[in-house]
């Protein structure tokens, strides 16, 4: 009798965060298939799990999937984890997942913790629609182009990023998207967790601010809005935006286009 795969999420940084069904699981299992073994490893200690582990990434998931598809055929229990969060979500896993459909093998998703709806719950953003993109493209002028195609896109927009390209995509996002709200929400259920909630300009002077960004990031991108109606003097805009850490010049750029101004008029009505 064939064995059941259990897609099993896993703690995205908090080890309490996991659920008692996915540590019965995982206590339960025959084998435990892991993108990082020394990774999991930290976790199952923490519960004293004891099973056997297998590596199970991008780089061997081909040859893998084969491997514990068979095992499952043949009556093994496997569960399959991921670093943190659920399995197949910007993970490895599709492949294995597949092959055990189509070898008639049960799956069984045992639910958790989720970067994506952690840091959705948390935002502030709007959350009747959203948008999951996974990560944007490494490239500047390829990312550009996935963030035009969502230009139109009536609906919150989540992605991953990493710590060494925020910078320059919040950069992308200002430039494709103009002045909406923009979330990055920073290690998540960890000691150091931040959210840093602005326009991308005002968001991205705060991190350029910093020696170094670290830590895993989820990057939200609130719905597109017209110039918004505010009565605040314009010097007044300004300066508030420089204390939340924008340059001048950036400030004075995102008072115009919240304003539906140019800068020039900005500027004008300022030295006026």
């Keep these: 009798m064939p064995g059941t ?14 659920t008692y069904r996915a540590v019965r699981t995982l206590r339960e299992v025959d084998l435990i298939a892991c993108e990082d073994t020394r990774h ?13 582990t297998v590596s199970y990434h991008e780089h061997n998931e081909a040859a893998r999937a084969v491997e514990l598809a068979a095992k499952l055929a043949a009556g093994a229990n496997v569960a399959l984890v991921s670093d943190a969060g659920v399995p ?9 997942v597949t092959a055990a459909i189509q070898n008639g093998i049960r799956i069984v998703p045992i639910p958790g913790p989720s ?10 953003l709007a959350t009747d629609e959203f948008h999951f993109g996974g990560f944007l493209p490494a490239k500047s002028g390829q990312r550009v182009r996935a963030l035009e195609a969502l ?15 925020i910078v320059q995509a919040l950069q992308d996002v200002e430039q494709t998207l103009g002045p909406r709200t923009v979330v990055v929400a920073r290690e998540l259920t960890k000691i150091h967790e931040e959210f840093l909630r602005g326009t991308a300009a005002e968001v991205r002077a705060i991190l350029e601010s910093r020696v170094g960004v670290k830590g895993e990031l989820t990057l939200l991108i609130g719905k597109a809005e017209g110039p918004v109606a505010d009565d605040t003097p314009l010097e007044e805009a300004v300066e508030a935006c420089v204390r939340r850490g924008a340059s001048r010049m950036d400030a004075v750029k995102e008072v115009a286009r919240l304003r539906g101004l140019t800068k020039r008029e900005v500027y004008r009505r300022i030295l006026r």
Excluded: C, M, Q, W
Aim: glycine share 6%; no cysteine; net charge negative.
């Design 5 to 18: 795969l259990y897609v099993v999420a896993t703690p995205i940084g908090n080890l309490e965060d996991i």
């Design 88 to 96: 197949l979500v910007s993970d490895p896993g599709y492949r294995l």
């Design 115 to 124: 970067a994506l709806l952690t840091a959705l719950a948390a935002a502030g």
């Design 151 to 165: 230009k139109s896109e009536e609906a919150t927009l989540v992605f991953y990023e990493a710590p060494h390209r």
């Design 40 to 52: 999991t490893r930290i976790l199952l200690d923490h519960y004293g799990i004891s099973k056997p």
